[in-house]
DNA sequence: ACGCAGTTTGACAACGGTTCTCATCTAGGA
DNA sequence: TCCTAGATGAGAACCGTTGTCAAACTGCGT
């Protein structure tokens, strides 16, 4: 397995800002851009700098607090998962709804695969995306 | 399965900066990004616009004659790779180095895992990165 | 070979997300 | 309370990518 990431977290200070943006993840089971979200903290009258917004996110990415993906024109969002164990996601095209889903058999193949073809420090990626059940509905109502 | 994309691909015409281009991106086995592109072409004396590179690798990444994927820093990369079915690839983190791998588990365990919870029109993207042979010995020497 | 219509190209501007700068502010230990 | 390293914010800078549009080129019918 091996976490050769995560050095510190240790000094991290709770500012009124951070709480802001881990609370506006922590609720929604989509992933947010930093854009949006300090657009959600400025509808909400928390004044938060954009700057700031993208800083703790990347902080809390690299802390492995929260999930990172890149959307498919590049753009990053983030969301703070349920588990911090391992995991990838299933998201829907339409309306972001993303739910956490593991697999051993996957994790084992990725493993294998890139070990049979001599290559060491192993990671990987997996994103399944489609639509889900409801804005299935709502496409063909 | 389906591929509801793949529309037309009908007509496309051969000019020389399509034909540079194409040629550019055959004959390495590491992803290359748009701008990399345009430098080895003009290095060559080839002199080709940076605005007709990204055109035609769009078209061609549409087309499924080239695959394309996303650097952790957003940057779009352009492979035109050995085959036109469905495969994934292992990269090395320090050259770039690409090689193609299959595995009927993955693609039967991302539908399902996605089916179970309620999701159509499924899709995925799997990448595995790590570091290959002669990286790995380079670092160590 | 010639001409025309629809493509494609290229220089450059415009965009949009992200990062940088740096002066100012703040949490928290001494 | 004081002091200091860490944190913030406004705006500029960055940089990959896309849009613009006149000029150049290609396939095709004549
Ligand atoms: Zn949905
Ligand atoms: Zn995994
Ligand atoms: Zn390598
Ligand atoms: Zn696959």
Redesign the interface.
Known sequence: MSEQLRTDRADRRPTRQRTAIAEALSGTAEFRSAQEIHAALARRDERVGLATVYRNLQAMAGDGEVDVI?TAD???VYRSCATDDHHHH?V??SCGLA?E?T?D??ER??EA??AE?????????????????AC?AARTR
């Open positions: 890149r590049g753009e990053a299933v829907c095209r739910v889903v697999g058999a996957v193949w990725a695969v890139a073809h001599g290559f060491t420090e192993i990671r990987h990626t997996v994103e399944i995306d489609g639509l889900c059940a299935a």
